[in-house]
């Protein structure tokens, strides 16, 4: 069994990350994109990656079949509390599996999904190739996949708005920084995932921003209206030039049939 790594990072995940406005705009964002391409439930769906819950939770809701993988027991402890508290027809649909990424094929018995989401994973990684490649052979013919990576296009943004001047102009170079959590992060660019995802068999067809205005500024919770931020954010990610300078990406592509 892996390590895991994320056993202390999981309750500030969760509880910190999550629970922000930023947070919360990650996943209504991510689950109107997301819309736009899945097929009616009750599709199935799995979710690598997918800690707690926070993106396919909303997915079972709406009737959709998932499994959500982790490597992290932790992250999976909190997805199965989240799971506890829904409704026995929503609870029947979902299903934890703790392996790594790069062993959903072996972990899955070699099933095919309709739709397979990796959101915020890639990040984490030294080189997106290995998982990506396991990604396309997750998905069954004509199904979706789903990737959200860090944005490498906007590195010296976040350093120059907090007057951090030399690392502003080190980060127009960057491939990497330090994120939220203290973690060392990598960021993609949509051209090099997008020939990953045609080396495997998948076309891509859409991609979008996540946060653009929301990452740059301090929003409190308790004085914020987190649904006409979420309104803005998605229109912005849909468009240029904002979606360019989000922080985030999101890429789309379709299996061949």
């Known amino acids: 069994m892996v390590d895991d790594a994320w056993r202390t990072l999981a309750d500030p995940f969760v509880d910190g990350a999550y629970a922000t406005v930023k947070g919360q705009v990650r996943t209504y964002v991510l689950h109107q ?140 170079d960057a491939t990497s920084e330090v994120g939220v959590l203290g973690t060392p992060t990598r960021g993609d660019t949509v051209a090099h995932l997008s020939e990953l995802l045609r080396r495997g068999g998948v076309d891509p067809r859409a991609w979008y921003g996540v946060w653009l205005f929301s990452d740059w500024m301090d929003l409190p919770l308790a004085d914020t209206d987190v649904e006409a931020v979420a309104a803005v954010e998605l229109q912005a990610s849909l468009r240029d030039p904002y979606r360019q300078l989000s922080r985030v990406f999101h890429l789309v592509g379709t299996a061949s049939s």
């Open 33 to 172: 994109q997301l819309l736009r391409h899945l097929p009616p439930p009750p599709a199935s769906v799995l979710d690598v990656g997918g800690g707690a819950g926070h993106q396919s939770l909303p997915l079972a809701r709406l009737g959709y079949d998932v499994t959500i993988l982790d490597p992290s027991a932790a992250m999976l402890a909190r997805a199965e509390e989240r799971v506890a508290q829904e409704p026995d027809d929503v609870r029947s649909r979902i299903r934890l599996v703790r392996a790594a990424g790069e062993a959903a094929v072996e972990a899955t018995s070699g099933r095919r999904f309709t739709a397979v989401l990796c959101h915020g994973v890639l990040m984490y990684l030294s080189a997106p190739e290995p998982l990506l490649e396991v990604l396309c052979r997750c998905v069954e013919p004509g199904g979706m996949v789903s990737v959200m990576a860090l944005n490498a296009g906007t590195m010296a943004v976040r350093p120059a708005l907090e007057h951090r001047w030399a690392e502003a102009l080190a980060g127009f």
